[in-house]
């Protein structure tokens, strides 16, 4: 089984950028897709971003696209989320996971006890 561990959040002003790493122990990602969810307080975690097992194909959620790209890197042990013009609604508790390649927590088996993103205005 995957053991995730997020790293890399913070607190960044308006219009700053972030890099969240998801590292991967016990196994690596090699056959899985990964995802980046998000929970802000009091609304319910949504999904952010998807990357497939071999990194072609990534999918993003209409509030991030084109200021968040997802990647992993070639031993499949990591996946980013580089953020980039990050906004106050970006705030959140940002949580990794790995499972199949979709949209749908449903999917996805193994997660990471999240990192926080605070963006101020």
């Known amino acids: 089984q995957v053991q995730l561990a997020e790293s890399g959040g913070g607190l960044v002003q308006a219009g700053g950028s972030l890099r969240l790493s998801c590292a991967a122990s016990g196994r690596t990602f090699s056959s899985y897709g990964v995802g980046w969810f998000r929970q802000a307080p009091g609304k319910e975690r949504e999904f952010v971003a998807t990357i497939n097992w071999n990194g072609a194909s990534t999918y993003y959620s209409d509030s991030v696209k084109g200021r968040f790209t997802i990647s992993r890197n070639n031993a499949n042990t990591a996946v980013y989320l580089q953020m980039n013009n990050l906004k106050p609604e970006d705030t959140a508790v940002y949580y990794c996971?790995?499972?199949?390649?979709?949209?749908?927590?449903?999917?996805?088996?193994?997660w990471g006890q999240g990192t926080q993103v605070t963006v101020s205005s």
């Open positions: 996971a790995s499972g199949r390649f979709s949209i749908s927590q449903e999917d996805y088996y193994n």
